[in-house]
C-alpha cells in the first residue's frame, strides 16, 4: 500500500470523527467517546502500519492482524475498515440497524470483512491475540498481532491471566494497545477503580512498556507505533500506553465519560459536525 | 443367574484415557490440531501428546478464561485446538468466554471436558458439574458429545478432529466398561440403536449407556423388551431416530449423569413434544448437588444406575 501524506492522514481522522458521530447519532445509541479518541490511532495503524489486505480472508496469513477487544469502538472501526476498503462505505448508514453487518458490538455471524473475532463482553480479546500471534508463529508467518483494550477494560481478570501468559510464552510478535483516556461508563477510572501504576503493572508482568504520551497528535502515535514495531521479535510481548483523551476533536465532548455510551442529539450533532471538516465526504 | 448381556466386555478403562489416546492419534494424522490445558495435563491424559509435539502443546497454567481466548485465537490462522481441564471449568467458570470468543465467532475449537457428572468421586460437589450439558446445548453453534466407554470417547475425539466448528466433548474419570469396537466409526450427530425392543425406549449417553445395557438384559427377564438407543450426541440431536423409535415402542426413558433440568431428557422431551407426544421418565439428578463418594456409592444413591432404569421404564409403560 502506498504511503499517504500526513496530511491526508490528518483528513481521514477528521473524517471518521464525522462518520462516528453521525452513525450513533442515526440510531441514537452506541459509544462515540472513545472512538473519537482514538481516530490517530485506528488511522495511523490501518492506513500507515498495518500490513493489511482489505480483500479479507479470515486466516489473515501473511498479514498482520488487528484486534479490538473494547467491542464498543466498533463506529470507529467500521468507519476505518469502510475508508480503507473492506467494506463499502455507504453500508455505515446501516450501523446498529436491524438486518445490518454491522452489529452494535463487532460480530462475524454476518461475515464482515475486517472482523475475526466477536467482541464486546470486555476482556476477552487480548487472549484470542495472543493465541492469533501463537498460531503465526506455529506457522512461521513473521507478520504481527495487533490488539487494542480500554483502559477501564484492564479491570477484568482475564487480561491478567492472558499477560502472565503472553510473557511466559515470550509471544514478541504482538503489539497490545491500552486507549489510556483515564474514563469509562460510570466516571474516571481512578474513581471507579483505580488502575494505580499501569506502567509498572506491565512491565512486572514481564511486558515491554512503550508510552506514546500524546496519543491524539498523528505525529506521535505514528512513531510510536513504528517504534513499538522495532521493539518486537526481542522475546517480549509489547504493551502501548496510548494516552489519549475521550472525545476529542469535539469541544464539549472532550475529556469526559458523560459520552462513552450517549449519542448527541440533532443540535449537538450540528454543533460537533461544525468543528470538523467533511474532507473525504460523509457517507 | 448371571444376566444375558446383549453387550459384554473384558476390560474397564476411563474415558479419559479415550480422549488421550485419540488426541495423540490425531496428533500425528493432522499437524494442525494444537493442544491446550489448564494444569491438568496428567488427569486429561494429555501428556503423551504434549511428549510428542510439544511445540503444539500450551500449558496455560490455572487460568481457563485466557485457555478459551486462546483457543479461539489460534484458530484464525488455522489451528484446530483441544482445550482441555475438568468440566466445571470447561463451561460455568468461562461460560461468556465460549459464548463470544466460540460459539458467537463460530471458531473450530474442541473444547476437552473431563470428569464430568457424580463419578468425578470423592473431590465432591465443587467439582461435580451436573449442568455443564445443558449450558452448552444452549449455544447456537455448538456441538455436544457425551460418549460412553473408551473406545467410543477415542473414536469420537478422532472425529471432532475432522467436524469444522465448536465443539463440547464430555468424558470421565472412573473406571468403566468397554463395551463397544474399538474399530467402530464414530458419526457425529447419529444415534445409534444398540438394542432392539418393542416395550419401551431407553435413550441413555455417556456413562450410563452401560446402565441402560445392563438395564435392559433385566428388563428382558421380566419379559419386556427395552430397545436402547446410545444417543452419544446430544447436540444435534438425532430427532429421526427417536420418533422412529418411540413410534415403535409409545415410550421411553432418558438416562443421564446430569440435572434432569436442561439435559438429554429434556432434549428428548423436547422432541417428543413437538412431534410425537408419549410417555417419558427421566433418569438423572433431581435439582440437587452431587457429594463426597465412590462413584459406585453416588450412582446408586442418586439413582443413576440400571436398577432405577428398570423402574422408570417399567413407569413409562404403565403410563401408555
Redesign the interface.
Known sequence: MEKLAIEQLQKICTQMRRDVLRMVHAVQSGHPGAPLGCAEFFVGLYFDKLRHNPDFN????GED?F?LSNGHLSAGWYSVLARSGYFPIEELRTFRKINSRLQGHP???EGLPGI??????L??????????????K??S?DSLVYVLMGDGELQE??IW??A??GA??KVDNLIATVDYNGQQIDGPTEKVMDLKNLKAKWEAFGWEVNEIKNGNDLQSVLDGLEKAKSMTGKGKPILNLLYTEMGYGVDFMVGTHKWHGSPPNDEQLADALSQLEETLGDY | MSLDLKFTYTEKKDTRSGFGDGFLEVGRKNPNVVGLCADLIGSLKMGAFQKEFPDRFFQTGIAEANMIGLAAGMTIGGKIPFAGTFANFATGRVYDQIRQSVAYSEKNVKICASHAGLTLGEDGATHQILEDVGMMKMLPNMTVINPCDYNQTKAATIAIADHHGPVYLRFGRPSWPIFTPADQKFEIGKAWKMIDGKDVTIFATGHLVWEAVVAEAMLREEGIHAEVINIHTIKPLDQEAILESVAKTGCAVSAEEHQINGGLGDSIAQTLILHHPAPLEYVGVYDQFGESGTPAQLLEKYGLNAENIVKAAKRAIERK
Open positions: 479470515m486466516d489473515g496469513k492482524l484486534f460480530a462475524t455471524e475475526r473475532i466477536a467482541s464486546g463482553s476482556g476477552q480479546g487480548l487472549s484470542v491475540a495472543i493465541g492469533a500471534a501463537q498460531a503465526k506455529l506457522n508467518d481478570g482475564q491471566e492472558a502472565l501468559y511466559h510464552y
